[in-house]
């Protein structure tokens, strides 16, 4: 009987000791808890139950950034830290975690982004089809001092003049700090230039618009008779156009095609040259064409003669 | 290897503590290598620079090694013939091949510590010297530290032999209360008193080889622990490298040479006697061991090392097995000299011969070791086994400068010299100097060493390096510096373009829409402790060294120290049955074996009975005898000579050969022909092409027909290699016999006049003044570079059954290597660009499973024009093959397939001047010689769908002007198409257009 009394009063003592322990309050963190990217921050830690001289440690993770202090307990079991500007930079949320003994007590703080200082304008390209056929999508990135990304609330105005002089004015619209929106192509091929003004800040950039898909396809043959001895040789040349009869963009492939054959060459202001050896096989007429894309041109007739050629 | 040493010092001087390089390989473990001559290596360059402190540490070597020999020579010989081999260690060809050719210093370095630590090994087991025992373990530690392969395996050859003649000699010594029971009557139960009489005997030695063989493994194990939990974490698992060691030195007599005759040299004139005095003395054990170790050394030549080996046979490089030779036999060779200068060989042949011959033979022998370490210390300069010295600083530069070291990097025709490049810049190379380290599946499933030289490996080697080039966004490869020229089509029909050429003769290759490295790049940490013990032990192991050295010379004699007289030891020893089974020993001086059971002995005596001075006649007989054996060997070997150059066969190998290296003046010296050089010379630069310009001859077939009347014909096969694959090329050839000179008759018309002497035409050039990546963080900062708009034709899913797509296992690798090596999948299609620029164009397709899991994944590799203009069209044919297809066990398992297209301005590789006259005829229309012409063919079916994408390379060149014929491939013919979902993704995509119309055939070509 001694021995059963004996351990329910070893097993109190221990279930008694262990709730103990287990109702340390946790600290008390007296500080603001949303703060601005490279201000300075003071808090109050107090400890319940600790005394002055001991030793608390703090951490503050903030981005890649661990800043550690060891502080000391004072009256009450109160500990100041304070860190200086410029130390808490990065905007996010932002883990204070104390340890205090083998305690750990985390909590988070808010860091906010501060006042824009500088704006970036990019684009996902550098051309796009004129005539309205084409957009890109410009996007604005405005920084803080330590790169942050600015809140949604900034209201940025992209101004651009297009090539006929038009003049149009568009908004960005926002999301985790970048802002975009889609720029269409208005007018002629030519370029478009883009600006942003926002009190101090500023930044540009240019777009070209370019010439649309081919749609007209006309071809030259140069000589059309020739003699069968295979010593000549002839060029063809064709000219592309798109659908508002402007030159398509430099370097627009054609291919000219005849029986059994055919060869390419890329536009020069909306022309393209082949020149190739007559055929020396027999006499009569060769016909050639020239396509790009979906657009085929005329067909040409070469004439191979073992006579004189009639130029009339 | 002396790159790799460079490399690898570098990596300790840059960071100690870190066993992970990025540079290499992706990143490896330096785990994977002992340390110690690297980590020497590094501290010296502290000093000086890395090379200084690499020939530093290998001059360290020799004399420790020249030191070694002295002293383990004396375990067998005297002082006189150990000073002997000594000098020879000096002269030797293997040591000089290891030096300078092959630039192995850790091997170096640990022979000569091993070297040293046996005298100390065999002291311990024969004398029971516990301060010998120390220090042969610090020795030991310091060999596992510098190379743990030769510390392993040389234990075997090294020590075995003096564990062994320890032991034996043991067995043979009576201890002084044995009872031989002589004058007894012979009883049953005297037999067990007589062999337990022996087994004390050997029994205190056996104990202590107990003690060394234990302490060993620990030394072994913990000197090296990380690198033993790395490979029993991480175990190699790739396919076998061959290695010329292992081939058939009759066969392949350049390994003979470099392998076997090179580092033997003259020391094969004295193995025959260094066997007959080691099998017929007590030094018989070593002599089994040199015996065995020349027998390995021979690779191939006999199936005995393969058989012996076994599986390591494969893995092991043999010629390691040669240079321990050339080491153990030093002590014989040693005696060779003593007795030929000072003893009774040198009698016996002034005897028989004359002392002239005695003197010449010397003198010969001298001045054939001297002049083969010459030769061979400078053999490089004679035979190039690597590329010439690039100098680095324009690529570390051009790696260091707008930030091109955002990306990997690649060598080709550097050789080692890679390694000396990574060593100098922080970039970082897909592939490495250190094949154990290699993990990539794309390196491991072929035999190829290096990447670098991977037209010396042939069609694997070559397929590995086609999966890198193809794949390159895979592992953010950018740049490829070309050293050599046989690269350059498979870089440019691959989608690569050249930057041009940097101020050292380097090609600069780059790849176009490759993403660059992540910010953080993957890193395999290591427990802090691991760190510690590699930055830490085997560098201390020297430290250890000169402490148990110091105390062992200078404390313990000045203050008479002894274990023995530990009071724990002093108690235990004490023990009757310890003292009797493990310590008590013999220590009597050791009798001379006796040779009764020697029984050839009385064979030789009678051949070579004892020496007796001969009448000054008979020596000059014999003399002359000898000198006339001389003289004819002389002859005979000139006249095999002749024949093996004069012969046909002899003359159309040296006229391929001359082709091969381009020494066309030479070539014109094999020919009988109407043409002049220089006709010849323009009508070799006329024929052009990929194999004129870009292969290798890899194989050489020769037929001869019978000689009739001086004539000749030959049926030759050369088959080229080149990076693109191999052409065998089938010739016919008359030959005619000219002032007995055997000539190749060439009967071709000398080449023709230009159609037209002046050709013009305009070309049109792009410019992109434009940072070179697409949008990403880093072109946040940088501009950015527009997708190209393009258009996908409908695609089909094919698949070939015969078509082999991965390097199928030889028997031995099989155990280790499971794949699918037959069987090739192919997704074909077309595409269109319709941006308003010229287009590079990458194409990837993904293989996917049920769950949508990614089975494999590649990029096409030449099947497609990768540059586009503006509304152009290329068919396609993504093939799968190598690693990741072979991984495909079934191809049921396929469940959909997953196209990726997206492109990117470029100004690059845009000619199009070929023109198809009609059927069979190519044009050139350009202003440039088109090198390598090549045709991409589109097959439909009757519905319009792309069935299959073929092509071709020709292998001539077309001039400005000029005319080819050609055929195109046939169709294969057991195709199938797969019904499979196929998904087509990209940043900018168009509907492929109905009635687009499908080129049956288009054409580029590669101008150099």
């Known amino acids: 009987m001694k021995q059963l009394w004996f351990a329910a009063i070893c097993i109190g003592y221990m279930i008694g000791t262990t709730l103990g322990f287990s109702n340390v309050e946790p600290p008390n963190i007296d500080g603001a808890h949303i703060i601005t990217a490279g201000d300075a921050w003071s808090v109050n830690i107090r400890i319940p139950n600790g005394t002055a001289g001991e030793q608390v440690v703090g951490v503050l993770q903030n981005g890649f950034k661990t800043i550690i202090a060891h502080l000391t307990l004072g009256t009450g079991g109160v500990a100041n830290w304070q860190i200086p500007l410029g130390e808490i930079t990065q905007s996010g949320e932002t883990a204070l975690i104390i340890y205090y003994g083998k305690e750990e007590y985390r909590q988070s703080l808010q860091v906010q982004p501060g006042v824009p200082t500088v704006v970036e304008l990019f684009t996902s390209a550098n051309s796009m089809p004129a005539y309205g056929e084409g957009s890109a999508t410009i996007m604005v990135l405005p920084r803080d001092n330590w790169g942050n990304a600015a809140d949604n609330t900034s209201e940025f105005q992209l101004d651009s003049l297009y090539p006929g002089g038009q003049h149009n004015s568009n908004t960005f619209t926002y999301k985790g700090g970048l802002g975009w929106m889609t720029l269409h192509s208005q007018g002629n091929p030519g370029r478009v230039r883009a600006a942003l003004e926002y009190g101090s800040l500023s930044a540009s950039l240019e777009l070209t618009q370019t010439p649309g898909e081919p749609q007209f396809a006309s071809l030259r043959l140069s000589p059309d008779c020739v003699f069968n001895d295979g010593r000549d040789r002839i060029s063809l040349v064709a000219t592309i156009t798109d659908s508002h009869g402007n030159p398509v963009t430099d370097g627009t492939l054609v291919t000219f095609s005849w029986r059994h054959g055919h060869g390419s060459a890329s536009t020069v202001d909306g022309q393209a040259t082949l020149r190739l050896p007559a055929p020396t096989s027999h006499t009569g007429q060769f016909s050639y064409r020239a396509t790009s894309g979906e657009t085929h041109s005329n067909t040409v007739f070469l004439k191979i003669t073992e006579e004189t050629c009639s130029y009339d | ?1008």
């Open chain 2, 1 to 1008: 290897m002396m790159h790799m040493c460079t490399f690898s010092a570098d990596h300790y001087d840059r960071s100690w503590w870190n066993p992970w390089e990025t540079r290499w390989y992706t990143g490896f473990t330096m785990f994977s290598y002992p340390p110690l001559t690297h980590q020497l290596t590094a501290l010296i360059s502290k000093i000086s620079s890395l090379p200084t402190a690499f020939i530093t540490v290998m001059l360290i070597s020799s004399v420790v090694t020249t030191l070694g020999v002295y002293r383990f020579s004396r375990l067998w010989v005297n002082e006189r013939p150990a000073s002997y081999a000594a000098l020879l260690a000096v002269v030797s060809s293997s040591i000089a091949e290891t030096i300078h050719v092959f630039g192995q210093l850790p091997t170096m370095f640990v022979i000569g510590v091993l070297l040293n630590a046996l005298p100390f090994v065999w002291s311990w087991l024969d004398d029971a010297d516990i301060t010998a025992l120390f220090r042969g373990g610090a020795l030991l530690m310091v060999a596992a530290a510098g190379h743990h392969v030769t510390t392993l395996f040389g234990m075997i050859f090294f020590s075995g032999p003096i564990l062994a003649t320890v032991l034996l000699r043991k067995f043979r010594i009576p201890h002084p209360h044995e009872n031989h029971y002589e004058s007894e009557k012979f009883r049953f139960w005297h037999v067990r008193r007589l062999a337990m009489q022996r087994i004390q005997r050997v029994a205190p030695a056996l104990f202590r080889c107990g003690v060394f063989g234990v302490s060993l493994i620990v030394i072994l194990v913990v000197t090296v622990l990380p690198y033993w939990l790395w490979s029993r974490s991480d175990p190699i698992t790739q396919i076998t490298i061959p290695h010329s060691s292992r081939d058939s030195f009759l066969e392949n007599t350049s390994a003979g040479l470099m392998f076997f005759l090179i580092p033997w040299g003259v020391l094969i004139v004295i193995l025959p006697y260094a066997l007959y005095k080691g099998f017929s003395t007590s030094n018989w054990i070593l002599a089994s061991s040199l015996a065995l170790l020349a027998l390995l050394g021979t690779g191939g030549t006999t199936p005995i090392p393969a058989l012996l080996l076994r599986g390591s046979f494969y893995i092991l490089t043999l010629d390691r097995f040669t240079f321990w030779a050339t080491i153990i036999i030093l002590p014989f060779a040693g005696l060779y000299f003593e007795s030929l200068l000072h003893g009774r060989l040198g009698q016996w042949i002034a005897a028989h011969f004359g002392s002239s011959w005695r003197i010449l033979t010397v003198g010969g022998l001298g001045t054939s070791f001297i002049a083969l370490a010459i030769f061979t210390a400078n053999l490089t300069q004679y035979r190039k086994f690597q590329p010439a010295p690039v100098n680095m600083t324009p690529i570390v530069e051009f790696l260091a400068k707008d930030n091109h070291d955002n990306w990997r990097y690649l060598t080709l025709g550097f050789g080692d010299q890679m390694a000396w490049l990574s060593a100098q810049t922080n970039a970082l190379n897909v592939e490495g100097n250190y094949h154990s380290a290699r993990r990539l599946p794309e390196l491991t499933s072929t035999p190829i060493e290096r990447l670098d030289g991977a037209k010396f490996t042939s069609i694997p080697g070559l397929g590995s390096l086609q999966a890198f080039l193809t794949n390159p966004q895979r592992y953010n490869l950018k740049y490829v510096f070309v050293n050599d020229d046989f690269y350059e089509p498979l870089l440019y029909f691959a989608g690569w373009h050249s930057l041009g050429q940097l101020e050292n003769d380097v090609q600069v290759w780059e790849r176009a829409d490759v993403p660059p490295l992540p910010a953080a790049i993957p890193v395999q940490m290591y427990p802090a402790w691991q760190r510690l013990m590699w930055g830490t032990l085997p560098i201390g192991s020297l430290f250890v060294t000169a402490i148990i050295f110091s105390f062992t010379t200078l404390v313990v004699p000045r203050f008479n120290l002894s274990i023995q007289r530990l009071p724990i030891i002093k108690r235990v020893i004490h023990w009757r049955i310890l003292r009797f089974w493990l310590i008590a020993d013999d220590y009597r001086a050791p009798l001379r074996p006796s040779q009764d059971w020697q029984f050839w002995r009385r064979v030789t005596n009678r051949l070579f009975p004892s020496i007796r001075l001969t009448p000054v006649p008979r020596r000059i007989i014999f003399g002359l005898v000898l000198l006339a054996i001389v003289i004819s060997g002389g002859i005979v070997i000139g006249g095999s000579l002749y024949g093996h150059t004069g012969s046909p066969e002899a003359v159309i190998l040296a006229y391929y050969d001359a082709l091969d290296f381009k020494r066309f003046t030479e070539s014109y010296a094999y020919l009988q022909t109407d043409l002049s050089q220089d006709e010849y010379l323009r009508w070799l630069s006329l024929q052009g092409g990929i194999l004129a310009s870009f292969a290798k001859l890899e194989n050489l077939y020769i037929e001869t027909g019978n000689s009739v009347s001086d004539k000749m014909t030959a049926f030759v096969t050369a088959e080229w290699l080149t990076a693109l694959g191999t052409y065998p090329i089938a010739e016919t050839w008359q030959l005619i016999r000219i002032d007995g000179t055997w000539r190749l008759n060439l009967d071709v018309e000398p080449p023709s006049q230009p159609r037209e002497t002046f050709i013009t035409n305009t070309e049109l050039g792009f410019h992109i003044d434009l940072p070179l990546t697409p949008l990403s963080e880093t072109a946040l900062k940088r501009g950015t570079l527009d997708r190209a708009l393009l258009s996908v034709s409908p695609l089909n899913v094919v698949y070939l059954p015969e078509v082999p797509i991965g390097f199928a296992p030889k028997s031995y690798d099989a155990s280790r290597i499971e794949g699918r090596f037959e069987g090739l999948i192919s997704v074909v299609g077309a595409v269109t660009n319709l941006s308003a620029f010229p287009a590079q164009v990458t194409i990837t397709a993904v293989l996917r499973g049920q769950d949508g899991e990614r089975l494999a994944e590649t990029n096409v590799m030449d099947v497609m024009m990768h540059q586009l203009w503006p509304m152009e069209t290329t068919p396609f044919r993504v093939d799968f093959s190598g690693a990741d297809a072979s991984d495909i066990l079934d191809i049921d398992k396929i469940a959909s397939v997953e196209l990726i297209v997206r492109g990117v301005p470029t100004s690059h590789n845009l000619d199009r001047s070929l023109v198809l006259l009609d059927e069979h005829t190519l044009y050139n229309a350009g202003l440039r010689q088109v090198d390598i012409p090549h045709l991409i063919t589109l097959n439909t079916t009757n519905d319009g769908r792309i069935r299959w994408v073929n092509h071709v390379y020709l292998e001539r060149a077309i001039t400005p002007d000029a005319a080819l014929q050609f055929e195109l491939p046939p169709m294969p013919e057991d195709l199938k198409i797969l019904d499979l979902p196929i998904e087509i993704s990209g940043p900018r995509l168009a509907d492929w257009q109905n009635g687009t119309p499908l080129p049956t055939i288009v054409i580029h070509g590669y101008s150099r």
